[in-house]
């Protein structure tokens, strides 16, 4: 299941030359910083356009694609091919379910797919047309955070679908896409507990995406979105950037497999912190309240005084 055919990729001679033409160009940059192939580990809540995403970007139904939650419950993964690069994309389902991670598919997205591989590019999904950030966003970051460690968003790219929109209350659209990125970014730190003075925690890059077919084109008969961005060359744009934004991918070893968190190593120090605390500082003060205990002159109506 893991290791599935690498198929030619196809579905970009179905784009407009424009648009086939910028995707070369990125991937021409990748190609000169001798990167040959990217994996894109997709996640977010259900039903947020991730396989629809996905589809958008190779430009075919790879994947299915579902209102009613009909597609299918497990990770797949589909990799394609074109000019000497590759494009592995693991795609997922919701990683939360009834309230509580669902580990056992963390791990099977860890060992089937990605063990002795980078995740080079985390795409985290969820909608702009959405107004509030729920519960539920902040526990799926905490999944991956757990799961890849907190330096796996140093390669995120946060996409948000459904951008072809009127927002509300007469809000500009750059106002508004931009308020809904930072509420959501605000998430993604405060989930990933990422300190405030972590610059480029603010700088994780928002890119917009209407997979629904109902966008304005431009005069190269590209798909744009409201603000005047041809976003499938955009958003391949930015997957390419933060995949030479200088930061190392993660890994998936067998360490990481097996749960070992890099955040969480610190832990295993624990016990030899309560050892350096007891003997180096509780015992000592023992001590001293004993010997000053002895040399303490008690009063004379004292009865507990010993030797009276
Ligand atoms: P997933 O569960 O996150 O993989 O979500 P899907 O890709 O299966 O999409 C769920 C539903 O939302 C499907 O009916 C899609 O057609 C629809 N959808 C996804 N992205 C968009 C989008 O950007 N715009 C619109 N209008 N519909 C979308
Ligand atoms: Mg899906």
Known sequence: MGSQLIREWTGIQRFPLATQSKLLDSLGILKNQSVSSLTILVVGKGGVGKSSTVNSILGERALPVGAFQSETQRPVMVSR?????????????GLVEGGYVNGRMVETIK???????????????????????????KQVV???TESFGKDIWKRALV??????????????YDVFSSKRSEALLKVVRSG????????????????????GGICNK????????????????????????????????????????????????????????????????????????????????RPSWDATRRGF
């Open 192 to 211: 990933a507990r990422i300190k405030k003075q972590d610059a480029w925690a603010s700088g994780i890059p928002v890119a917009l995406v209407e997979n």
């Open 81 to 93: 091919s074109t000019a000497g690069f590759t494009l592995n994309v693991v795609d997922t389902p």
């Open 159 to 172: 996409v948000l679908t459904h951008a072809q929109l009127l927002p509300p209350d007469g809000l500009e």
């Open 218 to 297: 431009n005069d190269n008969d590209e798909q744009v979105l409201p603000s005047g961005i041809a976003w499938i060359s955009n958003v391949v744009r930015n997957i390419v950037d933060v995949a030479l934004n200088g930061n190392k991918g993660i890994l998936v070893d067998k360490k990481l497999v097996e749960g070992a968190n890099p955040d969480r190593r610190w832990k295993e120090f624990i016990p030899f912190i309560f050892a350096f605390q007891y003997f180096l500082v509780v015992k000592p003060i023992e001590r001293a309240i004993k010997k000053d205990m002895e040399m303490e002159v």
């Open 111 to 137: 060992s089937r797919f990605l063990l002795n591989k980078t995740v080079d590019i985390l795409l985290y999904v969820d909608r702009l047309d959405t107004y509030r950030v729920d519960s539920l966003d």
């Open 142 to 144: 905490q999944a991956i």
